[in-house]
């Protein structure tokens, strides 16, 4: 018998037999676990030869199952796996609404664009408006104010904790000043207490990039809970992977509005792909200087872009998701490890302190090469590349130094020495759950091998 149709049929016996398309569903998946078993064995590890990588997907058989899944649907922009995740990673991290994008670096900027809409009134970011925030750093979480014309004062951090020194806050404020957006640097929560009372008394916004910092916490409570806007990054790197992805997330039903439509070309519409006339009133809507009736389609009330991901990247997340408490122990039991076999080595290398109250989710292993120790932080990262040991630097270290910032617009609070710090003395290596004990060991040795040979 021919099944087409998505309802069961019945057999002559009363029974109910699958549709063909479901059995064949089934098959793949049976294929993709064989596959998957074929195309990527566990690797031994050999000392010396085979790489210890900083970060990197780890992935299994269900993994794949659902990305090709969501093939076989070929719905292809964001659909039913979408929404799912987004209801689950809104749970997990402990918000009201989480809606997905393409990247944390669009998450970042979909919501501090967000915050420019005039629907906010009095609240609104201005072009011109002030944005705190330190230059120890990833780019894309200063990008968004430049890009929305908004100005950026840098703020110095902490040696250790690498995240924002919050004694700077006040001199950084002034009359222009409406946000304060920061990163919990390398899954390190920075000064929650400090920067939330702060925001409250100048009435500024807060935004919490939580790309590197899923599933820390701060005194019990989520990091992306604190802000009025927060946002994640899916890339491979990070605590879970879509490949690329990343999430807007609110407590604020007026600004998941905002998010959703500047994700969506700036559209006032809120109808999901293939959907429409959910507000009913499809051609009632009056706004601007349209007229009346104008298809609500096809009305824009900022100026938005298309930031949204495909739902293959998305039914990847989902089938990620399940593994992450899994993932953030293992990484935090990493970070314990390293540290503990490290410890010795102080006189060297400065070792990461978590922020007073914080449960790190930790991104990286941050080290700092004690400059009075003899050692050079790039002779150290060269023998452990050689040693096949990857290592990451912080980022862009200082991005007031980078090429890109060199004619960019801001205020700093003094020479941000710790910034230079960071930049001349600071990398890092890897804590992610695809490494395995001997690794972590074999780590430790080649530190205390660099120590000896000094
Ligand atoms: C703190 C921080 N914010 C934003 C991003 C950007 O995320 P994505 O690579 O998904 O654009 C990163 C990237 O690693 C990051 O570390």
């Known amino acids: 018998m021919e099944l087409t149709n998505i309802q069961a049929a019945e057999t002559s016996n009363g029974s109910y037999e699958k549709p063909r398309k479901e059995v ?12 998957h078993a074929e195309a990527f064995p566990a690797r031994t590890f050999t000392p010396g030869q085979s790489d210890v990588p900083v970060s990197g997907k780890v992935f299994d058989a269900e993994d794949i199952q659902y990305a090709v899944d969501a093939s076989l649907d070929f719905w292809l922009t964001t659909g039913r796996f979408a929404e ?35 629907s906010l009134g009095d609240e609104a970011l201005q072009p011109g408006d002030e944005v705190i925030t330190v230059a120890a750093g990833f780019p894309t979480t200063v990008n968004p104010s430049i890009q929305n014309s908004l100005v950026p004062v840098f703020v110095d951090v902490q040696l250790d904790t690498y995240d924002i020194d919050v004694t700077q806050l006040e001199a950084a404020l002034s009359d222009r000043t409406g946000a304060v957006m920061i990163a919990h640097t390398l899954g390190n929560p ?16 807060l935004i919490e990039d939580c790309c590197d910092a899923v599933g820390a916490t701060y ?35 007026a600004l998941t509005k905002l998010i959703e439509s500047f994700r969506d070309w700036g559209r006032d519409c809120w109808c999901a792909p293939g959907k429409d006339n959910t507000c009913g ?32 990247q998305a039914a990847v997340g989902v089938s990620q998701l399940k593994k992450l408490p899994g993932f953030i122990e293992a990484r935090r039991a ?34 700092a090469v004690k400059p009075e120790s003899g050692l050079k932080r790039e002779d150290v990262e060269k023998t452990l590349n050689q040693r096949k040991i990857n290592t990451r630097l912080l980022f862009g270290g200082n991005l007031l130094r980078q090429p890109a910032y060199l004619k960019t617009k801001y205020r700093k609070i003094g020479d941000l020495p710790n910034t230079d710090y960071v930049m001349n003395n600071v990398f890092w290596i890897g804590v992610y759950p695809g490494l395995s004990d001997s690794m972590l060991n ?4 080649v530190f205390h091998e660099i120590a000896r040979r000094r």
């Not at 989480?98 to 970042?108: D, F």
């Not at 809970?225 to 992805?245: K, L, N, Q, R, W």
């Not at 074999?442 to 040795?445: F, G, L, N, S, V």
Request: net charge negative; glycine share 8%; hydrophobic share 35%.
């Open 24 to 35: 064949l569903r089934e098959q793949i998946r049976e294929l993709v676990t064989q596959y």
């Open 84 to 118: 799912e995740f987004e209801r689950l990673f809104a749970r997990v991290m402990g918000v009201r609404d989480a809606r997905l994008v393409n990247s944390g670096s669009s998450a970042n900027l979909v919501a501090l664009s967000a915050l420019t809409s005039d």
């Open 190 to 205: 920075f000064d929650l207490d400090t920067v939330t009372a702060f925001c409250r008394k100048h009435n500024l916004w």
């Open 219 to 253: 005194k019990g409570q989520s990091v992306g809970t604190f802000g009025d806007v927060s946002t994640a990054s899916f890339y491979p790197a990070h605590h879970i992977t879509m490949g690329e992805g990343g999430a807007v997330m609110t407590q604020k039903p």
């Open 281 to 312: 009133k499809r051609f009632e809507w009056q706004l601007g200087e349209l007229p009346c009736g104008y298809d609500h389609k096809y009305i824009y009330s900022h100026i938005g872009y298309n930031l949204k991901l495909s739902d293959m």
């Open 334 to 367: 990493n970070f314990k490890r390293l540290y503990e076999g490290l410890s010795d080595l102080q006189e060297f290398f400065s070792l990461p302190q978590s922020t007073p109250g914080a449960d790190p989710s930790w991104f990286g292993f941050p080290i």
């Open 442 to 445: 074999y780590i430790i040795e």
